[in-house]
């Protein structure tokens, strides 16, 4: 790990204020993925912000009768608030899929949504890499590729985004909350948050230098039955091969989001028109544009059989 300074921010203004100072530095809290990576010399910011201090660990209702989530509101007790498991079953089930208990007490809701969307080529510095070194090019292209991306993606990468709370995140259509250096706040809706790779795969979100997410805001709750369902090659700390986060109503009609099969989330609105249809013409609008390689293909029909699982558990529920 290489050497860097360290501060403590006492408001939010202040810790983007000294983000744009201070060229180099990063924002840390729980540190769950950010000190890993340092400890491996791909990231190595020269200045570290510590936001813990900002009181940004609340979760409140909204005057529109949804939820407020403070951005440092870790993932357990996310996942464990009576209201969210009421009313956002869905982001509860993907928070508990998530990790392990011990990181999840310390991963906080801006962290999680910021995790660097990644592969093993990504940890590899012997590996050329796009989103590590920019114009290196991508090892996992005509390599090893089983675990990544089928759709969205591009020739500079076809790496996964690793969350599961942002899936279930997307299928809600949350809206993140921010503060820039200049004091001026703005609302990002969760469609909008991540990016697709294209040339730039070092670029993840769409944060400006020095923005600091400050919450996520829910909707009010739309009802319905809320599945998370995630396949992957063990039962605890592995990241999707697939997953589904669906809110279907009675009437079958309903929301789907997928992980494991894009570098963001991935959500197409018009496929969900298809939900009374059943699960094979909605993965076929989902994936209408897959790209897959020879060693994930499988993922392609696995969506498929994911989803089916997910509509036969809402119309039992």
Not at 10 to 15: F, N, Y
């Amino acid at each position: 790990m290489r050497a860097f300074t360290y501060e403590r921010a006492r408001t939010p203004a202040e810790a983007a204020a000294a983000a744009a100072r201070k060229p180099g530095a990063r924002f840390i809290a729980g540190g769950t993925n950010l000190l890993d990576l340092m400890k491996l010399e791909i990231e190595t910011p020269a200045h570290l912000i510590d936001v813990n201090g900002l009181g940004l660990n609340k979760i409140e209702a909204t005057p529109e009768g949804g939820l407020r989530i403070g951005a440092l509101v870790r993932n357990t007790e996310l996942a464990a608030d009576e209201r969210v498991r009421h009313d956002y079953g869905v982001l509860s089930r993907a928070l508990v899929a998530g990790a392990t208990g011990q990181l999840r007490n310390m991963a906080t809701t801006a962290g999680n949504l910021l995790q660097r969307t990644r592969c093993p080529y990504f940890y590899d510095t012997n590996q050329p890499c796009n989103k590590r070194e920019p114009g290196t090019g991508c090892g996992a292209i005509g390599g090893f590729s089983r675990q990544h991306a089928v759709v969205g993606v591009s020739d500079a990468c076809i790496a996964t985004h690793p969350s599961d709370m942002a899936v279930a995140m997307r299928v809600l259509d949350a809206t993140v909350e921010t503060i820039r250096p200049d004091g001026s706040t703005r609302k990002i809706p969760i469609a909008e948050f991540h990016r697709l790779p294209g040339d730039k795969p070092h670029i993840d979100t769409v944060l400006t230098s020095g923005e600091l997410i400050t919450a996520v805001t829910l909707p009010k709750p739309i009802g319905g039955a809320q599945i998370y369902f995630k396949v992957r090659d063990r039962a605890s700390f592995a990241f999707a091969l697939v997953s589904v986060a669906a809110i279907v109503q009675r009437d079958g009609t309903g929301r789907v989001a997928l992980g494991g099969v894009a570098h963001k989330p991935w959500r197409v609105e018009a496929a969900e028109a298809e939900l009374p249809h059943g699960a094979k013409a909605v993965a076929a609008r989902l994936l209408a544009d897959a790209k897959p390689t020879r060693e994930n293909a499988y993922k392609i029909k696995l969506v498929e059989r994911a989803l089916a699982a997910v509509l036969a558990e809402a119309k039992g529920a």
